[in-house]
Nanobody
Framework: QVQLVESGGGLVQAGGSLRLSCAAS????????MGWFRQAPGKEREFVAA???????YYADSVKGRSTISRDNTKNTVYLQMNSLKTEDTAVYHC????????????????????WGQGTQVTVSS
């Protein structure tokens, strides 16, 4: 069992930056595939970014070039640095973990991941 706790959300003006963190419990964090998803009010959950156990990275087109995902296995933490924030980035951001390597389109699918955090709210004002 893995517990995930997100932090770092908040209210920011358009064009600003935020760094989200996701701290994981357990001693096998380095073996997990990690992802970030978001859900805006009235919208479906959508993929944002993911990072493999070996550091391969995947981004949604909507955040590519503005966001950076990284992980620190010594701290059991995955990060999402978001720059040049837009009002459409407003959502609850969740991190997710899968205790196995992922392949192909499975990276982008929420049902691929076994564990989820409660989320952190990101609000971008105009």
């Amino acid at each position: 069992q893995v517990q995930l706790v997100e932090s770092g959300g908040g209210l920011v003006q358009a064009g600003g930056s935020l760094r989200l963190s996701c701290a994981a419990s357990g001693r096998t964090f380095s073996s997990y595939s990690m992802g970030w998803f978001r859900q805006a009010p009235g919208k479906e959950r959508e993929f944002v970014a993911a990072i493999s156990r070996s550091g391969m990275i995947y981004y949604a087109d909507s955040v590519k070039g503005r966001s950076t995902i990284s992980r620190d296995n010594t701290k059991n933490t995955v990060y999402l640095q978001m720059n040049s924030l837009k009002t459409e980035d407003t959502a609850v951001y969740h991190c997710a973990a899968a205790p196995r390597p992922l392949y192909g389109s499975s990276w982008y699918l929420g049902q691929t991941y076994d564990y989820w955090g409660q989320g952190t709210q990101v609000t971008v004002s105009s």
